[in-house]
């Protein structure tokens, strides 16, 4: 049975830095449980890969996992500043036995957090998170090591170099980017030095924004959070492509020649028929999640494809892909999951896809990127006070009466917020007045079950 897990969320531990649970005391005691978790064998040192984004509060937790991964006996690998997909590339590489990513990914500069990566490069499971969770309540005080046993910590210097050589092989031999000018923005967050880099060494014109980090300015008005920033300078700049990548480098936008932002439906879509048509898409299927547009699950069908769907986070989709034995899966924020070449998430690897059907079609960004005609979306958030009202018999009503009215039309997502006491109100049909109708209705109930 898993243990019950209350510090680990969708996408591991994280919260305000230097308050619970973003703090010294928490981040040493996870890492003296993650070190003897993983310490199964004595016959060998034992080693975790450990990076960070650009926060100022990183330099604190780092130093606060090292002690604990120390006094358990483990080998600390310091690479510095890298996207959170390196760092899992690395710990396949290195055949570490467990990868450690400081990073609130796109929160702002206040937050942090920490993402554990097993041994094969994945994200670890619920299970897995839940008994390291059960460990820290412990006192682990009598299992970590003796003197002669306490770990040592050493810095892997070519680690931005292996990593800048992983993404460029994932781009087709034969192919380079000479001739294209590229607007790119990195949150200024981890992916600062190596992304200008990849895209430079395979011939493109690199125009770089948010690559000026400095502690506090990590996705402050740039990044995939912010794409106003990235469409307005390629207008100005007269760029052929936009990359926005978020703090941590695990998602990514796109904006088009004429600065017209392409979001992850379009990005997934995009590969999906490129990797159909070169005959490189497995199982014929693309994981998406409950928020991915219908438009793109039509277009998807008229190729043959299937697209099925998921829980919000890229672990689910990352765990339905494995299941199914599919390479490719993604969110609309951006997340887009290439398995052939990555773990997880990876910005940069996604977009190198994309462009690497421009240089092979020789079409602009507009023409490529504009895959299906999307769906009328509309998401609202409704804050509520007391038990969460998903399981009360009035929502049910009014969920039930908007899905008949959404019937061969359209559908309905109901979520609670993981962070906040709110409800997520999704719909989508080829009809707007409908989606407002329905999502107002059920908002309508659950503010009157809030006040009742």
């Excluded at 990514?252 to 005959?279: P, T």
Aim: glycine share 10%; with cysteine.
């Amino acid at each position: 049975m898993a243990s019950k897990r209350a510090l680990f969320g969708t996408d591991g531990i994280r919260g305000t830095a230097n308050t619970a649970p973003m703090t010294v005391e928490v981040s040493q005691k996870l890492g003296q449980a993650a070190g003897l978790y993983f310490m199964r064998s004595q016959s060998r040192r034992h080693t975790v890969v450990l990076g960070k984004d650009t926060r100022l509060s990183g330099y604190m937790i780092e130093c606060a996992l090292v002690a604990g991964f120390l006094s358990a006996g483990m080998d600390v690998i310091l690479v510095g500043p890298l996207p959170t997909p390196a760092i899992a590339m690395l710990t396949r590489s290195l055949r570490a036995d467990l990868g450690v990513m400081i990073s609130a990914s796109h929160n702002p500069f206040t937050d942090n957090g920490i993402k554990l990566f097993g041994p094969d490069g994945f994200k670890l499971s619920d299970e897995v998170e839940g008994e390291i969770e059960a460990m820290m309540g412990q006192d682990l005080s009598q299992r970590l090591a003796s003197p002669a046993e306490i770990g040592r910590a050493s810095r892997l210097n070519d680690a931005a170099g292996r990593y800048i050589e992983n993404a460029k092989a994932s781009f087709p031999r034969g192919l380079r980017l000479d001739g294209l000018k590229i607007v790119l923005d990195c949150a200024n967050g981890s992916a600062y030095r190596v992304a200008p880099t990849a895209l430079w060494e395979l011939g493109a014109e690199v125009i770089k924004i948010g690559c000026s980090p400095d502690g506090l300015n990590i996705n402050d008005g740039v990044g995939s959070t912010h794409p106003e920033t990235l469409c307005a300078a390629v207008k100005e700049h007269g760029a052929d492509f936009g990359i926005a990548l978020d703090g941590d480098a695990d998602r990514v936008l796109i904006a088009d020649e004429n600065g017209n932002l392409v979001d992850g439906d379009q990005i997934l879509g995009l590969i999906a028929r490129f990797w159909k048509q070169h005959g490189r898409l497995r199982t014929n299927t693309v994981v998406a999640t409950v928020m991915s547009n219908m438009g793109l699950e039509k277009a998807l069908a008229e190729d043959g494809l299937e697209l099925q769907r998921t829980a919000v986070g890229d672990r689910y989709v990352v765990e339905r892909m494995r299941e199914n034995g599919g390479n490719l899966g993604g969110e609309q924020s951006g997340h887009m999951v290439l398995s052939d070449y990555a773990t997880t998430g990876d910005g940069l690897i996604a977009a190198l896809q994309v462009l690497a059907v421009s240089v092979e079609t020789k079409k602009p960004a507009s023409e490529i990127c504009q895959v299906f005609q999307p769906f009328p979306q509309l998401l609202k958030n409704v804050r509520y006070s007391g038990a969460n009202p998903l399981s009360s018999p009035e929502l049910a009503a009014a969920k039930a009466w908007a899905e008949e009215r959404l019937a061969g039309r359209g559908r309905l997502v109901l979520r609670a917020s993981g962070t906040e006491p709110l409800i997520r109100v999704m719909a989508e049909a080829e009809d707007d007045a409908l989606v407002l109708q329905v999502v107002d209705h059920v908002c309508e109930a659950i503010r009157a079950i809030t006040e009742a």
